[in-house]
């Protein structure tokens, strides 16, 4: 049977507010968080990252997961990655699909510290499943009916397919990292409705891995204090552990 979704009228509120799929374990994959880390031990890298968000007593979940793919190319001096993000949520089936394309490169300050700028372009596609939704022009209520047609002009717009660009920097050393991310650079339009207007919203992260040498208990081991602070519209968090 379809359902009602009456959280239709966000769609064209005045404003609209999004965020990027966050995962509570991202420095285990820095890539993640930073493209400039494509490359950064100068080796070949993979990883994926899986996270299932549940709400206990309805019906909804999130699932989110990011496949990565790295390497060093030492004649350029540079690192390239490609990343696979997918996103989806379970009662009205929306999904996100993005694949990233990132190149870093290394310049050698002085002795100690490296400067890694990288630049990322990627294409996504967003899909709302407005199959599973029922509109007030299928609802026939004289022959007590669902029509499995309709012509409510926002099935034109059922997905978004949009160029999405972003930058990072990473300062470095052997001991520390500090970096800046920023997505979204070119505000993608992300409306579904047919000649709808809702730029996204730019992504900001600055995080940091230090490490603290009054815990060091031998040579070969050390604890590193790494935080994390993201921001996207009017929502942001803040991440901090130890490693």
């Known amino acids: 049977m379809k359902r009602i979704i009456l959280i239709l009228a966000i769609i064209f ?23 400039s880390f494509s490359g950064f031990y100068e080796t070949t890298k993979a990883g994926l990252l899986y996270k299932n968000q549940q709400w206990s007593g309805f019906d909804f ?49 002085n002795y100690e510290w490296d400067f890694r700028p990288s630049v990322t372009f990627g294409f996504a596609t967003k899909d709302f499943g407005f199959d599973n939704l029922l509109f007030e022009d299928q609802i026939n209520i004289f022959q007590n009916i669902i029509n499995s047609n309709t012509f409510d002009p926002i099935v034109l717009g059922e997905n978004a397919r949009y160029v999405d660009i972003g930058a990072s ?56 204090f790494i935080t994390n602070f993201m921001k996207q519209a009017k929502y942001d968090r803040f991440d901090l552990g130890f490693q």
């Open 61 to 109: 979940n999130l699932n989110s997961q990011y496949l990565y793919f790295d390497d060093w190319y030492p004649d350029l001096n540079s690192g390239v990655g490609i990343s696979l993000m997918n996103h989806q949520e379970t009662f009205t089936n929306y999904s996100l699909k993005q694949l990233n394309l990132s190149w870093a490169y290394k310049v050698q300050i």
């Open 169 to 224: 920097f990473l300062f470095n050393n052997d001991n520390h990292w500090i970096g800046i991310t920023l997505r979204h650079l070119n505000r993608p339009n992300v409306s579904m409705v047919s000649q709808g207007d809702i730029p996204l919203d730019i992504f900001i992260s600055v995080h940091a891995s230090l490490e603290l040498p009054i815990l060091q208990y031998n040579s070969d081991s050390s604890v590193y």
């Open 13 to 35: 509120s005045v404003k609209s507010y999004s965020q990027d799929p966050a995962f509570t374990q991202s420095f285990m994959v820095p890539e993640s968080i930073n493209p």
